[in-house]
């Protein structure tokens, strides 16, 4: 018994050991080397009149929808990007450029801020000018509020003042011989009749 369980185990170990021992057969195609040729390269080159932002200002100069600092700004160009130039204002003051992204795909920005490559540009009509975006209107009741209207008073009626009464004086001419006199002694005078009088009235009385 001992020795069948011993054969049988020699026997399962025999063929576990061809299994691992043996190296799997891999089977490969020949594959054809495909053949290989330039592809060619698609590059292109905008034509016509191109405008470079110069570098020498800002960092980025604004686009506007119209050749004008009262149009709206729709976008900005670095310093050295280049675009292709379509027109220009009537004045030359602004160029027509290529810029994709808004509506159209062009955009106006101002020429000093640009350099042009030789070539003509024709002269492109500007868009509508836009209309203010709010209107400044006034409320009349509210206005109303703040009307400030004077209430006329009476003046005082005028009352004429009194004549005016001016003081005379005597002169020197009119005045005759008292102008001599002094007047202590015209004093001393009256002075002197009034006790003569005085005595004269206690001798009476006696």
């Known amino acids: 018994m001992r020795l069948r369980i011993c054969g049988i185990f020699l026997l399962i170990t025999f063929v576990t050991s061809v299994f691992i021992?043996?190296?799997?057969?891999?089977?490969?195609?020949k594959l054809g080397q495909v053949e290989t040729q330039a592809l060619p390269t698609v590059t292109g080159t905008a034509s016509g009149p191109m405008v470079t932002v110069r570098s020498d200002g800002e960092s980025f100069v604004n686009v506007r929808s119209g050749p004008g600092l009262f149009y709206d700004k729709i976008g900005v160009l670095l310093a050295g990007q280049q675009l292709p130039a379509k027109g220009r204002s009537a004045g030359g003051d602004w160029i027509l450029v290529e810029y994709q992204g808004v509506e159209g795909g062009v955009a106006w920005v101002y020429a000093s801020f640009v350099n042009v490559s030789p070539g003509s540009l024709p002269i492109v009509e500007p868009p509508p000018t836009p209309t203010a975006q709010m209107t400044s209107t006034i409320d009349p009741t509210l206005a109303a509020q703040f009307?400030?209207?004077?209430?006329?008073?009476?003046?005082?009626?005028?009352?004429?003042?009194?004549p005016l009464v001016i003081p005379t004086y005597v002169t020197t001419e009119q005045q005759g011989f008292l102008n001599n006199i002094p007047i202590g002694m015209i004093i001393v005078s009256f002075a002197a009749i009034g006790v003569l009088l005085m005595l004269f009235v206690l001798i009476q009385g006696r």
Not at 147 to 162: D, I, M, N, Q
């Open 147 to 162: 009307v400030v209207t004077a209430e006329a008073t009476r003046l005082p009626t005028f009352t004429e003042p009194a």
């Open 21 to 29: 021992i043996t190296p799997d057969r891999v089977t490969a195609e």
